[in-house]
């Protein structure tokens, strides 16, 4: 509450303010006599809704006759623009955002109780509406805080992941082009070295190799033979 009637007030200093100042500067350039004065006048009636507008430019368009018809025509017609521009445009965005309502709000607010209570409801209304929605909230926070299972939302069941196969880097299909080449080379010179045929020369060889351990082996047996037969004549 204490934050929505100062919110009020603000908002309704600075309007006045606005109001004044627009006043002050449209009566000096319609050349008004006591144009200062009538817009610190138009700043003190603005905390008045709707009477207070009405009285400082009746006010302003006096004074303006005493410079002619046409001057006062032109600061009344002002007066109309500085007073549609203020209840209905810039007023409701300025209270309603300092008490914390809706532009809208606001003004339907201002109107409702300018109709239903005149000037004392359209005085009140704004900060009336500010303390009604600031209590509502805290009624609603209240009972969400009381009743937290009544504002639980279901869990949200996501989508499983869908896996794809992973790709290998540039530089490990580099090296296993690399690994299976090697591999094929190994294999088919293992292959080629099964296969390819011994040279007959080669086979020559061997087999006189062969044949020559083989006498040499013979000629052995022969001579342990002959020595065992030495030994076993009697003496």
Known sequence: VERVVGGYIRGQLLLSGLVGVLVGLGMFILQVPYAVLLGVL???LEFVPVLGTLT???ICVLIALSQG?????LVLAYFIGVHIIEGDVIGPRIVGRAVGLHPVVSLFALLAGAELFGVIGAIFAAPLAGVLQALLAAVW???RSLNPEQFEEPPVSLPRPTSFPIKPAPAEQSAQLQTSSIAEALSEVGATSAS???PSEALAGASRENKGESEHEGAGHLQQGSTLSTSEQPL
Do not use: N
Request: no cysteine; net charge negative; aromatic share 18%.
């Open 69 to 73: 018809w046409l001057t006062a025509v």
């Open 141 to 143: 926070q209240e009972w």
């Open 56 to 58: 400082s430019g009746a």
């Open 196 to 198: 390819a045929p011994i």
């Open 42 to 44: 138009a700043f003190l």
